[in-house]
């Protein structure tokens, strides 16, 4: 009864092996993206949402500090909106949108040739609450999220550049 069980899960682990699937993040083989990520120096961002930004980005794609000389440079341009969506008839917003955009750009660190660029955005909610201090929270927390938000967003799309073919020969 059991080998009727692994039959199914073989024939798929095998159907997905022909068709070229592979991990992201598939380890740290020569050409992964997880040693093109250590590769990454990642630029100064202004403000203090880019300063929390960078900071992400330093953790996620070089979690071990591996110590090797920058062969990519990473801008980053972080810009912020925040809309109100929920409106009381008494005129008063009562749920906000914060919006966070991030321009960057992946350049040689020799050259200066841009190899990949992209823009991503995030848009978390959060209430507006009677007490000040009570939406100040509320907001921070909101901007906290959409900054982790981000950082994850621009790693995936690093990770689908390296996992390119192309890719590979640049780096």
């Known amino acids: 009864m059991s080998l009727f069980k692994a039959i199914p899960v073989l024939v798929a682990l095998v159907l997905l092996q022909a068709c070229g699937f592979r991990p ?26 880019g300063q929390q930004l960078r900071n992400h980005l330093l953790t996620s794609l070089n ?11 990473l801008t ?7 809309s109100a969506l ?11 949108n914060l919006t966070l955009t991030a321009d960057f750009r992946l350049s040689d660190s020799a050259t200066g040739k841009n190899f990949f660029s992209s823009s991503r955005s995030i848009a978390v909610s959060y209430n507006i609450l009677d007490s000040a201090f009570a939406t100040l929270m509320a ?3 909101a ?10 967003d621009i790693r995936t799309q690093l990770g689908v550049y390296f996992s390119r073919p192309q890719a590979a020969n640049k780096g």
């Not at 740290?28 to 403000?47: H, K």
């Not at 979690?63 to 440079?73: L, Y």
């Open 86 to 96: 929920a409106v009381k008839k008494s005129a008063f917003a009562t749920r906000s």
């Open 143 to 152: 901007r906290q999220r959409a900054v982790r938000e981000l950082s994850e």
């Open 63 to 73: 979690p071990k500090k591996r110590t090797a000389p920058a062969q990519f440079i």
């Open 139 to 141: 907001e921070k927390d």
């Open 76 to 82: 980053t341009k972080v810009t912020e909106a925040v």
């Open 24 to 49: 992201l993040y598939g380890g740290v083989a020569p050409g992964s993206s997880e040693t093109e990520f250590a590769l990454i120096d990642v630029r100064p961002i202004p403000d203090r949402i």
